[in-house]
């Protein structure tokens, strides 16, 4: 079993910066695979990044290319967002999600996570 849980949003304005973190805890060979969603009210959840945690590839939505970094502290069992140059379209709530094993090709399906954290918010305003 693994437990996640996420910390770091909060409300911004248009243009700003906020990084998230997702700390994990329990079997390490649960988490090999980690990803951010999130869902805007009315909207399905959607991927935003992955990570394997093992060789640190990553895989973004087009999106946030350019603006996101997802990255991970494996010393410290932590998962990082770091969302620069913040629009009000990325206002959501934010999850974080582990899978086992690692999957053949990278995806930002939420049905290839197996674990679930409960979310924190983010807002940005124009």
């Known amino acids: 079993q693994v437990q996640l849980v996420e910390s770091g949003g909060g409300s911004v304005q248009a243009g700003g910066s906020l990084r998230l973190s997702c700390a994990a805890s329990?079997?390490?060979?649960?988490?090999?695979?980690m990803a951010w969603f999130r869902q805007a009210p009315g909207k399905e959840r959607e991927g935003v990044a992955a990570?394997?945690?093992?060789?640190?590839?990553?895989y973004y939505t087009d999106s946030v290319k350019g603006r996101f970094t997802i990255s991970v502290d494996n010393a410290k069992n932590t998962l990082y967002l770091q969302m620069n140059s913040l629009k009000p379209e990325d206002t959501a709530m934010y999850y974080c999600?582990?899978?086992?094993?690692?999957?053949?090709?990278?995806?930002?399906?939420?049905?290839?996570?197996?674990?679930w954290g409960q979310g924190t918010q983010v807002t940005v305003s124009s």
């Open positions: 990570i394997a945690t093992g060789g640190g590839t990553t």
């Open positions: 329990g079997d390490s060979y649960s988490t090999v695979y």
């Open positions: 999600a582990a899978a086992t094993p690692l999957p053949r090709f990278f995806t930002l399906s939420p049905k290839a996570m197996n674990y």
